[in-house]
C-alpha cells in the first residue's frame, strides 16, 4: 500500500473509510456510543459499547440469527485509540512490528475506534476469533445475511493485497443497510467501493 497518510475529517460519518491510508484523529470518541445489548463476552467496558445506530443494528441481526439456529456472540466493540496503542505495542513486541501490522491495526487505523465495527464469534469455536469461523454454518450465514442488516464482512478472504489485513470472517463493519447491501452486491472489499464510488 502506498505511504501517503489521510487523517480522517469527518470521522463521525457512517460510511467512513478507515484503513492503512486514512487514520482517525487520536482523539476522536463517537459521541453516541452506547452499551450493546445482545449476548457477549466482552472484559474491557469500552469494548461493549457501539454507536447507537450500529448497536440497534447489531441486536436485529442477532435476533434474526437466533431465530435460524445460528448464536452469535459479541467479542470485541469499540476500542479507544489509547488501548489500539496499547494492544498495538504488545502485539509487536511479541510478533515484530510487520507480522503485528497484518493482524492488529496501528493507533488510529482500527475501524474499531469508529464505534462501527464488532468482533463476533460463537459457541463451538469456543467464543474465538479465528479463520474457521469463515466454514462454519454461523460464518457462512453471517457472509451472505450480515449485509440485511447493515453490516459486511470488512475482510474477505483473498483481499490481503486490497485491505492490507488478513481475512476476517468475525469482524463485521456497519455501514447502514442500503449501503451495505450496495457493497456486498458489488463483490467489492469496501476499499475499492469506496474508491471507486466516493474517490479517495
Ligand atoms: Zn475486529
Known amino acids: 500500500m502506498s505511504s501517503i497518510k489521510i487523517i480522517i475529517k469527518n470521522p463521525e460519518r457512517i460510511d467512513v473509510l478507515v484503513n492503512k491510508k486514512r487514520s482517525l484523529p487520536a ?8 452499551n450493546i445489548e445482545v449476548l457477549h463476552k466482552v472484559e ?23 431465530l435460524g439456529g445460528f448464536e452469535f456472540w459479541a ?15 504488545e502485539y509487536a513486541k511479541k510478533h515484530g512490528e510487520e507480522k503485528a501490522n497484518r493482524f492488529s491495526a496501528r493507533p488510529g487505523q ?16 469456543d467464543y474465538k476469533l479465528v479463520e474457521k469461523l469463515g466454514e462454519t454454518p454461523e460464518g457462512k450465514w453471517l457472509a451472505y ?3 440485511i442488516y447493515g453490516f459486511i464482512i470488512r475482510y474477505p478472504k483473498g483481499t490481503e493485497h486490497i485491505t492490507g489485513y488478513q481475512y476476517e470472517p468475525w469482524h463485521i ?15 467489492l472489499t469496501y476499499d475499492e467501493y469506496y474508491s471507486r464510488f466516493f474517490g479517495v
Not at 49 to 59: G, I, W
Not at 173 to 186: C, P, T
Open 173 to 187: 463493519r456497519y455501514l447502514g443497510k442500503n449501503l451495505a447491501r450496495k457493497v456486498f452486491e458489488s463483490k
Open 75 to 89: 467479542i470485541s466493540g469499540f476500542r479507544s485509540y489509547d488501548r489500539q496503542l496499547y494492544l498495538f505495542k
Open 145 to 147: 445475511n450480515a449485509h
Open 27 to 34: 482523539n476522536y470518541i463517537p459521541t453516541d456510543l452506547v
Open 110 to 125: 482500527s475501524e474499531h475506534q469508529t464505534g462501527l465495527t464488532m468482533d463476533v464469534s460463537i459457541p463451538s469455536l
Open 44 to 66: 474491557k467496558a469500552e469494548s461493549k459499547m457501539l454507536r447507537k445506530e450500529a448497536a440497534a443494528a447489531l441486536t436485529e441481526l442477532f435476533v434474526v440469527a437466533k
